[in-house]
Nanobody, 118 residues
């Protein structure tokens, strides 16, 4: 069982920056992929960015050029640097980890609120 602990959310004015962190623990296997998703009120959860254990990353079009995902494999920690934040980035951000050992298992963090004011 993998536990994900997120930190770094908060309130910021438009144009500002925040950095989210998510540490994975509880498994002897490093997650094959880790990422961030977000869910705004009244909307479905959507992908923000993912990164594999090899460092390959993927971004939603809406955050390309503004957000950067990175990963410390030794610490099983993933980061999301968010710059040039917009009010539409306001959401609960969830950390996600995928462990693939015979079968695939996905794990989720509890979520951290990011609020961007105009």
């Amino acid at each position: 069982q993998v536990q994900l602990v997120e930190s770094g959310g908060g309130w910021v004015q438009a144009g500002g920056s925040l950095r989210l962190s998510c540490a994975a623990s509880g498994s002897i296997f490093s997650p094959n992929a880790m990422g961030w998703y977000r869910q705004a009120p009244g909307k479905q959860r959507e992908l923000v960015a993912t990164i594999t254990i090899g460092g390959s990353s993927n971004y939603a079009d809406s955050v390309k050029g503004r957000f950067t995902i990175s990963r410390d494999n030794a610490a099983n920690t993933v980061y999301l640097q968010m710059n040039s934040l917009k009010p539409e980035d306001t959401a609960v951000y969830y950390c996600q980890a995928t462990v693939l050992v015979v079968v695939r298992k996905d794990y989720w963090g509890q979520g951290t609120q990011v609020t961007v004011s105009s």
